[in-house]
C-alpha cells in the first residue's frame, strides 16, 4: 500500500524557437544576385535532407541523415558554370538539388574538407531553372551543425583566343 503525498512543484514549459531561416525548400534563402555570400547558422534548423549512396557526383556514401540543414534557392539567369563554396567549423557536406524532394536529381556534392575547412563545388546549370543548394551536416548518426559562410559565383568565362595575323615576309 502506497501513499503519494501533495506538495508544491514547479512546472516550466519552454518554447522552441521558430526554425531558421532555409529550413525547408518551402521557406529557401533566396540567392538573388551573384557573386553571393553570405552567413548562416544550422544549428537548430530540423534534419529535412540527405542524399542516398551515388545519387551525387563527389560523394559515394550516404550523407546527412542525422545532421541539421539549410535550404538556398538559385535560378541562374544564363547558361554557365556556377562555383559554390561552403566555409564551416563543423564536418559539413555542400549538394546541389534539382528537386528538393528527390535526392536522384543531385547535380554534384563535395564532402572533402573534414572539421573546419571549405567544401567547394563547381556545377552546370541551366538558365532560368532552379536549383537548390543544401548545407549540411555529414553524418548519418550525429547532429553536425554550426555556423558556415557559403559563396555563390559564376565561373568566369575564358578569354576569347585572339590570333593576330603574322606577316612572314
Do not use: H
Not at 65 to 87: K, M, R, V
Not at 94 to 107: E, K, M, R
Request: aromatic share 8%; proline share 7%; charged share 20%.
Amino acid at each position: 500500500n502506497s501513499m503519494l503525498q501533495g506538495g508544491a512543484y514547479t512546472l516550466t514549459v519552454d518554447v522552441a524557437p521558430p526554425p531558421p531561416p532555409g529550413d525547408t525548400c518551402d521557406e529557401p534563402i533566396v540567392v538573388d544576385a551573384l557573386p553571393y555570400s553570405s552567413e548562416g547558422d544550422s544549428t537548430g534548423a530540423a534534419k529535412d535532407y540527405s542524399i542516398e549512396a551515388s545519387d551525387c557526383t563527389g560523394v559515394s556514401y550516404a550523407r546527412g541523415q542525422a545532421s541539421s540543414d539549410l535550404a538556398y534557392e538559385f535560378s541562374p539567369t544564363e547558361d554557365g558554370e556556377y562555383i559554390i563554396s561552403l566555409e564551416s567549423g563543423f564536418d559539413s557536406i555542400l549538394y546541389v538539388l534539382a528537386d528538393c524532394t528527390d535526392s536522384s536529381t543531385c547535380q554534384g556534392a563535395a564532402d572533402d574538407a573534414g572539421s573546419n575547412g571549405t567544401e567547394e563545388l563547381t556545377v552546370s546549370m541551366t538558365g532560368g531553372e532552379t536549383y537548390y543548394i543544401i548545407v549540411d551536416g555529414y553524418s548519418n548518426y550525429t547532429n553536425l551543425s554550426g555556423p558556415f559562410t557559403l559563396t555563390v559565383e559564376a565561373l568566369a568565362a575564358p578569354a576569347p583566343l585572339v590570333i593576330n595575323e603574322v606577316d612572314y615576309d
